[in-house]
């Protein structure tokens, strides 16, 4: 409330609140108007604000399913069965006709285990050890192919020893996760190898830059080995599924409704296994990292 002055000024109204001053209160004296009124209101437009943003948050979670469910409906409706009639099926037919099982073998053998050491991408190849051979054979055929993939960078790595670690120096919190597999106890440097491998971290470039880290051969070829499984089994998974669904795109075949739950269920336990290690992974190793940040400071 205001008063007027006499003057055509206008005088903000004084509150006085008078407490026991022999309990420790107090008397406060303060001005009222607006202030008062923003104090009063403040908590229902923290309401009114905090409402409208769980909207939007809900507005934009519900849209992008949507995208998401159109985008997957195209892609399983149109998309795929074009991929897979004008793409798979001729290139499955034309591998099959022109090598042998066993030529086929050693190909796929060959370049898992050298596409690293040139920094290509070895996936399509265990996608197609995993349409070809199956879990069992295709496996065996991955990672003994993939032992001498993690091992070829690794001697390679001599030659550029000094640059390495140099580039190692030039980014420090970026190599500090790489540093950290590189000390402490046998166990403790396999154990940051196997993290690094099912971490998002290119294991390409591990390759190579493992060395100037100091970590020992030993713990690096079983870690990088059972690190990759995970990985092995999406590929293997992947090309199964691949074969999958070149047989159900013949018209003289099809899936039936068990096979349709069995594949999508194990695609979904896949996935899920996939990205749980992952997410485990990347917690572990940013806990090494504080560990080692807290003990060198």
């Excluded at 407490?19 to 009222?32: A, F, Q």
């Excluded at 059972?226 to 992947?238: A, D, L």
């Amino acid at each position: 409330m205001t008063y007027g002055d006499g003057v055509g000024k206008t005088v903000p109204e004084l509150k006085m609140r008078m407490e026991d001053p022999e309990n420790g209160d107090y008397v406060k004296l303060r001005g009222g108007g607006s202030d008062d009124e923003e104090e009063e209101g403040s908590p229902q437009a923290g309401c009114s604000i905090g409402s409208v943003t769980s909207v939007w948050f809900w507005v934009k979670l519900i849209s992008l399913l949507a995208c998401v469910a159109v985008l997957a409906f195209v892609i399983i409706k149109w998309i795929g069965p074009f991929l897979i009639e004008k793409e798979l099926i001729p290139f499955i037919i034309w591998v099959r006709s022109t090598f042998s099982i066993p030529m086929l073998a050693l190909l796929l053998f060959a370049s898992v285990a050298l596409f690293p050491s040139i920094l290509l991408p070895s996936s399509p190849s265990m996608w197609m050890a995993g349409l070809t051979f199956g879990y069992g054979k295709g496996f065996l055929l991955i990672i003994s192919a993939a032992s001498i993939g993690v091992t070829l960078p690794f001697l390679i790595g001599h030659l550029f020893l000094h640059k390495m670690q140099e580039w190692l120096k030039q980014y420090p919190k970026k190599a500090a996760i790489l540093r950290a597999a590189g000390e402490g106890t046998w166990f403790h440097q396999f154990q940051a190898v196997t993290l690094i491998r099912v971490s998002p971290f290119p294991y390409m470039i591990y390759n190579y830059c493992a060395l100037a880290t100091g970590v020992h051969y030993g713990p690096y070829i079983l870690g990088s080995l059972v690190g990759m499984v995970p990985e092995i089994f999406v590929s293997i998974y992947t090309g199964i599924m691949l074969r999958t669904l070149a047989v159900a795109s013949d018209k003289r075949h099809g899936l039936s409704a068990m096979e349709i739950v069995v594949n999508v269920l194990g695609f979904c336990a896949t996935a899920s296994a996939t990205i749980v290690c992952t997410i485990y992974a990347k917690k572990k190793l940013s806990a090494m990292q504080s560990e080692e940040a807290a003990e060198t400071s």
